[in-house]
């Protein structure tokens, strides 16, 4: 394994609170030297200046529809668009068929994940058998076999009872329980945000209050357990303020946000683009701003990219038929960059602390930080690098994204892995 020398960046790490110039020289896998300035002359050198490196970036939630769906992605494709949107370590979610509800499939995703790679691939188990909602899976088998967390994502676990047992069994395990909340009855055949934008345009809107319910519902339930709770993809003000409420009260609640909720309003679906169309649904311009706010107080503690990749053929269909979901795993360090950093809404330490170090705590994973001894798992990005995204660029098998051939600013250049590149946008690979 050959040395690489990081040389003339800005380097970040959340951890520490370091922000500052230095050299860094990888051995061996692992970081080995942070200083002013380094020289290794039989080191690969990666000439950084004007960038900035990070821990490798972790996202607690995409959908990499394998099993069940390589014609939308593959754990080979979507570790591709992984890489190259930064991220080192994914979790995948268990919304595939079969569901990861067992411990065969478990390891099939592992091993395949090996075989390519690339990134790190970890997945989160099922909460009930078959995501049925009515029989909790075996929690010790599958975090014996590495499942990092328990969730019925794309459905709410909607029987309390059901729920309740499922927190309680996960304290066995310290494994946290990821949920979907969405009040399946209140969100029926919702196409878009309730309100005025859904209202002008005719489309049956999906109301706040029925991500709010379920929030409130579950934080009862952990607080109730003393279980840990992590709530997906948190889109409302009132959903916000409810789990910024439960912290100070000390219930063991974690939640992460997307970038499709701090970058857009619901505006954006007058152009009736079925890339908007996700679940939840993007909110208005009240949510977005509590969203940020939560950010940046720390009520939500990550951003995810809830990466749901669509064949094209689906994804063409009309509004009402088309499926809810947009990649994102290739612009969410752009949206960040552009919305929460340039427009100084947020430091760089504040941000990547939501893509790296708050990630790896909340699913256990000795990651996300740089220091000397540690694992070499690097992100770097030029910040100012403008690029447009196209079809030719795009690393996912699917394409259905709102930002296809928009400038974005922000761009990732290198990721390291335990001490190897994985991906170079230098070097095309």
Same mark, same amino acid.
């Given at each position: 394994?050959?040395?690489?020398?990081?040389?003339?960046?800005?380097?970040?790490? #959340?951890?520490?609170?370091?922000?500052?110039?230095?050299?860094?020289?990888?051995?061996?896998?692992?970081?080995?030297?942070?200083?002013?300035?380094?020289?290794?002359?039989?080191?690969?050198?990666?000439?950084?200046?004007?960038?900035?490196?990070? #821990?490798?970036?972790?996202?607690?939630?995409?959908?990499?529809?394998?099993?069940?769906?390589?014609? !939308?992605?593959?754990?080979?494709?979507?570790?591709?668009?992984?890489?190259?949107?930064?991220?080192?370590?994914?979790?995948?979610?268990?919304?595939?068929?079969?569901?990861?509800?067992?411990?065969?499939?478990?390891?099939?995703?592992?091993?395949?994940?090996?075989?390519?790679?690339?990134?790190?691939?970890?997945?989160?188990?099922?909460?009930?058998?078959?995501?049925?909602?009515?029989?909790?899976?075996?929690?010790?088998?599958?975090?014996?076999?590495?499942?990092?967390?328990?969730?019925?994502?794309?459905?709410?676990?909607?029987?309390?009872?059901?729920?309740?047992?499922?927190?309680?069994?996960?304290?066995?395990?310290?494994?946290?329980?990821?949920?979907?909340?969405?009040?399946?009855?209140?969100?029926?055949?919702?196409?878009?945000?309730?309100?005025?934008?859904?209202?002008?345009?005719?489309?049956?809107?999906?109301?706040?209050?029925?991500?709010?319910?379920?929030?409130?519902?579950?934080?009862?339930?952990?607080?109730?357990?003393?279980?840990?709770?992590?709530?997906?993809?948190?889109?409302?003000?009132?959903?916000? /303020?409810?789990?910024?409420?439960?912290?100070?009260?000390?219930?063991?609640?974690?939640?992460?946000?997307?970038?499709?909720?701090?970058?857009?309003?619901? !505006?954006?679906?007058?152009?009736?683009?079925?890339?908007?169309?996700?679940? #939840?649904?993007?909110?208005?311009?009240?949510?977005?701003?509590?969203?940020?706010?939560?950010?940046?107080?720390?009520?939500?503690?990550?951003?995810?990219?809830?990466?749901?990749?669509?064949?094209?053929?689906?994804?063409?269909?009309?509004?009402?038929?088309?499926?809810?979901?947009?990649?994102?795993? !290739?612009?969410?360090?752009?949206?960040?960059?552009?919305?929460?950093?340039?427009?100084?809404?947020?430091?760089?330490?504040?941000?990547?602390?939501?893509?790296?170090?708050?990630?790896?705590?909340?699913?256990?994973? #000795?990651?996300?930080?740089?220091?000397?001894?540690?694992?070499?798992?690097?992100?770097?990005?030029?910040?100012?690098?403008?690029?447009?995204?196209?079809? /030719?660029?795009?690393?996912?098998?699917?394409?259905?994204?709102?930002?296809?051939?928009?400038?974005?600013?922000?761009?990732?250049?290198?990721?390291?892995?335990?001490?190897?590149?994985?991906?170079?946008?230098?070097?095309?690979?």
């Amino acid at each position: 394994m050959s040395s690489i020398l990081i040389k003339g960046a800005r380097v970040i790490d #959340p951890r520490s609170k370091l922000d500052a110039a230095r050299d860094m020289l990888i051995r061996q896998g692992k970081i080995a030297r942070i200083e002013k300035s380094i020289t290794a002359p039989k080191a690969r050198v990666v000439r950084a200046k004007d960038q900035v490196v990070v #821990p490798g970036l972790i996202d607690l939630h995409c959908h990499l529809r394998d099993p069940g769906r390589p014609d !939308e992605e593959t754990i080979a494709t979507g570790s591709e668009a992984a890489v190259a949107g930064g991220f080192t370590s994914i979790c995948c979610m268990p919304n595939t068929d079969p569901a990861i509800d067992n411990e065969s499939i478990v390891n099939y995703i592992y091993k395949e994940a090996a075989r390519v790679g690339l990134c790190n691939v970890l997945p989160v188990g099922a909460i009930t058998k078959a995501r049925a909602g009515k029989e909790i899976t075996e929690f010790a088998e599958l975090q014996h076999a590495g499942v990092k967390a328990f969730s019925d994502d794309g459905d709410t676990v909607a029987d309390s009872s059901v729920l309740r047992h499922a927190l309680e069994y996960s304290k066995a395990f310290d494994v946290p329980i990821f949920e979907h909340a969405l009040d399946k009855e209140l969100a029926r055949d919702g196409l878009m945000n309730e309100g005025l934008v859904a209202t002008r345009l005719g489309l049956k809107g999906s109301p706040a209050i029925a991500e709010e319910l379920i929030v409130a519902r579950d934080l009862l339930l952990a607080g109730f357990t003393g279980a840990r709770l992590h709530v997906c993809h948190v889109s409302t003000r009132g959903a916000v /303020e409810l789990i910024r409420r439960a912290k100070r009260e000390g219930v063991r609640v974690t939640c992460e946000t997307c970038p499709h909720y701090f970058y857009f309003n619901d !505006e954006v679906l007058e152009s009736l683009d079925v890339n908007f169309k996700v679940n #939840p649904p993007i909110r208005s311009e009240v949510d977005r701003q509590a969203i940020i706010e939560g950010l940046k107080d720390g009520t939500i503690d990550c951003i995810a990219t809830d990466h749901a990749p669509h064949c094209r053929a689906e994804k063409e269909l009309e509004f009402a038929n088309a499926p809810y979901g947009m990649i994102g795993l !290739e612009t969410a360090v752009s949206l960040a960059v552009m919305e929460l950093i340039n427009r100084q809404k947020m430091s760089w330490l504040d941000v990547m602390r939501k893509l790296t170090v708050n990630p790896a705590g909340i699913i256990r994973i #000795p990651a996300g930080c740089i220091s000397v001894g540690a694992a070499a798992d690097i992100t770097i990005i030029a910040p100012d690098e403008k690029w447009k995204v196209s079809e /030719e660029q795009i690393r996912s098998r699917s394409k259905n994204t709102p930002h296809l051939n928009k400038e974005l600013v922000g761009r990732v250049t290198n990721v390291i892995l335990n001490g190897r590149v994985k991906y170079s946008l230098k070097d095309g690979q």
